[in-house]
């Protein structure tokens, strides 16, 4: 649809198709500057925008788990619960998360993660008995821990996506 504004004619569905498409990649976890230089337009644009469209505010949520039988299930759960940032891995995944890098680069990642998840209000963790224990201590803030097994796990759980989105929307509405 073609809109007038004055001498301009104003293309309203490719404006509609940036947008969608500066969403679709700021849920994937692009940063900000990274969707601004994909699609051509200033980054306060996208930081302006998300205000406008803010449902919630605050009490950012983080969800971490492996090894996961049903990870993309629970991925998608993850999104549209709002959950602000996930990290799953299938046992596969993560051994060639661990196989596919150095020694220094596993660490600088492993690194790069918990940094990540600092910066989380409320960090949900699925995982061993041992890998709950560690993340608490290692993340100083509010950790909701789900067992999936004793340590070690050597194979995929299954996890039950509406136990975890009914977790989500009690913090949600505290």
């Known amino acids: 649809m ?9 293309n309203r569905q490719k404006i509609n198709q ?17 969707v601004a230089n994909r699609v051509g ?5 996208i930081s302006k925008l998300e205000t406008l469209g803010e449902v ?8 971490v788990g492996f090894p996961i039988e049903n990870c993309e299930e629970l991925r998608l759960m993850a999104r549209q ?10 046992e596969q995944e993560r051994w060639d998360f661990v196989q596919k890098k150095s020694g220094i680069g596993l660490f600088n990642t492993i690194m790069e993660i918990i940094a990540t998840l600092r ?3 409320i960090v949900i963790i699925l995982g061993s008995n041992l890998r709950i224990k560690l993340m608490e ?6 950790v909701i821990g789900i067992q999936i097994g004793e340590s070690p ?16 929307q009690q913090l949600f509405r505290s």
């Not at 073609?2 to 104003?10: H, N, V």
């Not at 919630?56 to 969800?63: E, S, T, Y």
């Not at 201590?137 to 509010?142: F, V």
Request: charged fraction near 30%; aromatic fraction near 8%.
């Open 41 to 45: 337009i200033d980054r306060t644009v």
């Open 119 to 121: 910066n989380y209000d």
């Open 153 to 168: 796990i050597a194979e995929n759980k299954y996890v039950d996506p509406e136990s975890i989105k009914s977790i989500v």
């Open 2 to 10: 073609l809109l007038r504004i004055g001498e301009k004619i104003i």
């Open 81 to 90: 619960e709002g959950i602000d940032y996930s990290f799953l891995l299938s």
């Open 56 to 63: 919630r505010k605050g009490g950012k949520v983080a969800l």
């Open 137 to 142: 201590t290692l993340l100083d803030k509010e």
């Open 18 to 34: 940036i947008i969608d498409e500066m969403f679709n990649l700021r849920s994937q976890g692009f940063s900000q500057q990274e």
